[in-house]
Structures are given as C-alpha cells and as structure tokens.
C-alpha cells in the first residue's frame, strides 16, 4: 500500500501546472492577435482603397486629372489606415491607365513586454480592373 500512495503523491499537482500553462498559451496568443488582426484589417482595407482609386482615377472625366484624383483618394486612405510616414508611394500614369504601387513596413509586437516584434510588409500594386479597363 505505500508504494502506491508514492506514485499518486507525486502526481499531485500536475493538472494545475497544465491548466497554468494552457492558460498562458491561451493568453500569449490572444496578445499575439490583438495585436496583429488590426494592423492586417488595416493593410487589407488600404488594399481595397488602392484598388478603388485607380478605378475612379479612369473614371474621371472633364479637366480633372486622373492621377491627382487617385492621388488624392490613396492620401486620405493613408491616414485613415494608420499608414507610416515612411510609405514609398509611387502612382503613375501608363498610356490611359493610372497605376498605384505602396510599399511600407510596420513593427507589430505579438508577445508582451516588446519580447518579440514581427515586421509587417506591405507592398501592393493597384491597377485598374473590371468593365472601365477593357475600354
């Protein structure tokens, strides 16, 4: 009967450890999300706008300009994206088509205290598709 109460005294203690150690997974990972799923929203969205102003860039029409227009609409994107301040922007206009290419690179923190930092690169070019690039 001893040997037996050996083995399960040294059992004892274990499911906590493991619910500890689950629990601290569980929470790593939700900081690690919390802190990545904005900054990918964020660069997936600016995508969308990129995309919407190079269509409306060929939709202009009278003396407005198609690239000030889709200029106009990537700058407002930018702020309202969170976009840095040093986001290589290049937008040109090719024959009758505007093209848009946005290069940047965002620090985002996954595990707390600033103990691991991912590098979020962004680099997409937008050019027109549909009906309105067919013409």
Do not use: C, W
């Amino acid at each position: 009967m001893n040997i037996r109460n050996e083995f399960h005294n040294s059992e004892r203690g274990s499911a906590g450890i493991k619910a500890l150690l689950v629990i601290l997974a569980l929470v790593l990972i939700g900081n690690a999300g919390i802190n990545y799923v904005p900054v990918a929203y964020q660069g997936a969205n600016f995508k969308e706008e990129m995309d919407t102003a190079v269509v409306k860039g060929l939709a202009t029409t009278g003396q407005m300009k198609p690239v000030d227009v889709v200029k106009g609409h990537i700058m407002r994107a930018l702020a309202d994206n969170d976009v840095p301040q040093d986001a290589v922007i290049d937008i040109k206009a090719k024959q009758s088509v505007v093209t848009a290419h946005v290069t940047y690179t965002k620090e985002v923190s996954l595990l707390p205290f600033g103990i691991y930092k991912y590098q979020y690169q962004f680099n997409h070019v937008a050019t027109p598709k549909g009906y309105l690039a067919a013409q």
